[in-house]
């Protein structure tokens, strides 16, 4: 008898990091059935077409700015609309925001918690208990490499990834006894430092489901990613503040 078919809902699936775990379990080895979040119905119409040409199970979109106030209660109300039980839960949705605080419009920072902090809570909240009364379980939420510490220049986006950080390995202690596997991801904030990103989506995501199997706390996609968090961690913050000044 073949094993049921799982569901994965997947947010940021339009790009990035969210995209190629869209990619990744739309193969058809994975049984997995999808539900992709998104902001534009477009994207997610053609990202569809896409995908379907590997696999031949369910997927579904919703359309949502995580932006919103209350959008992740929304999105949970939608999955039950739809009639399916989410399985598999990651949290890739972003907008991460490089520069000086004082410039940033007060809307972008608000935005960025939200969608970050809020709706990964509120979908953690909403999708988890079903995933415990069935006794098994996963959620991946994406943070950074060194994601404990401040990061200048990226004020928020360093709040938010200590959050996530904090929030997932809390919830992962909670939630290991009752057969879950909560995982968070901690790729080196690329951007902020300058740097291109050192390891692909695509690498990212294959060793983050190795995480999962292995039942992992986090994952550090790459040797370099590991190095990016050693040295913010190991450097004082004001001497990261006037590195990253001078390249401006
Ligand atoms: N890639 C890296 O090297 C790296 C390194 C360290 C940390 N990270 C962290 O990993 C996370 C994902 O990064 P990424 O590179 O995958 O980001 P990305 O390529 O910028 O993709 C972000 C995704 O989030 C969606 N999104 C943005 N605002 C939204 C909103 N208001 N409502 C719903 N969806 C929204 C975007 O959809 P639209 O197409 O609608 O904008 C897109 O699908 C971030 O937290 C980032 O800080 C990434």
């Known amino acids: 008898m073949e094993a049921a078919r799982r ?11 969210g995209l190629a775990f869209a990619r990744e379990y739309a193969q058809a080895h994975h049984r997995q059935d999808l539900i992709l979040v998104g902001r534009s119905e477009a ?7 896409q995908l379907r040409k590997n696999q031949g199970g369910r997927i579904e979109i919703i359309v949502a700015d995580l932006s919103a106030p209350d959008s992740g209660e929304g999105v949970a109300e939608q999955v039950m609309a739809l009639g399916m039980k989410v399985d598999v839960l990651v949290n890739a949705a972003s907008a991460d925001h490089v520069g000086d605080f004082i410039e940033q419009a ?3 920072a608000q935005a960025q918690i939200t969608l970050q902090c809020a709706a990964m809570v509120d979908l953690c909240q909403v999708l ?4 415990v009364a069935q006794r098994s379980g996963t959620i ?3 943070a950074a490499a060194g994601g404990s510490q401040p ?6 986006a360093g709040g938010v990834a200590a959050f996530v950080l904090s929030f997932t390995q809390a919830l992962r202690a909670e939630l290991r006894p009752q057969g879950l596997r909560v995982v968070a991801i901690c790729p080196a ?16 995501v294959k060793r983050s489901l190795r995480a999962v199997r292995l039942n992992r706390a986090t994952v550090t996609p790459g040797w370099r990613d590991a190095l ?3 040295v913010i961690r190991v450097l004082p913050t004001r001497v990261i503040a006037a590195r990253l000044r001078r390249r401006r």
């Open 7 to 17: 569901v994965a809902l997947i947010t940021g699936a339009t790009r990035g990091i």
């Open 43 to 49: 994207a997610l119409r053609d990202l569809v077409k």
């Open 106 to 108: 007060p809307q972008t």
């Open 128 to 131: 988890a208990p079903a995933m």
């Open 140 to 142: 991946i939420n994406v």
């Open 151 to 156: 990061r200048p220049y990226a004020s928020v």
């Open 189 to 204: 904030p690329a951007r902020w430092l300058g740097l291109s990103a050192s390891t692909s989506p695509e690498t990212l």
């Open 228 to 230: 990016a968090g050693l």
